[in-house]
């Protein structure tokens, strides 16, 4: 019998579903830039802050 041995995530991986569980709670964050952030975070491109400024700004119109 084989038994599956669950993957942990990793702490990064950890601390970005806690932030988005976040964001999502917040109206300043539609769903569109939320969509945005995470693909962002998929690539790895979530550090870079212009990336990130660029999302919010040209999906909200407004930086927050």
Do not use: W, Y
């Amino acid at each position: 019998m084989t038994q599956e041995i669950p993957m942990q995530k990793s702490l990064i991986e950890q601390i970005l579903d806690e932030m988005f569980v976040n964001i999502e709670r917040r109206e300043e964050f539609d769903k569109q830039v939320i969509k945005k952030l995470k693909e962002l975070a998929e690539s790895g491109d979530l550090k870079k802050a212009p990336q990130v400024t660029k999302a919010i700004k040209s999906l909200s119109g407004r930086i927050l």
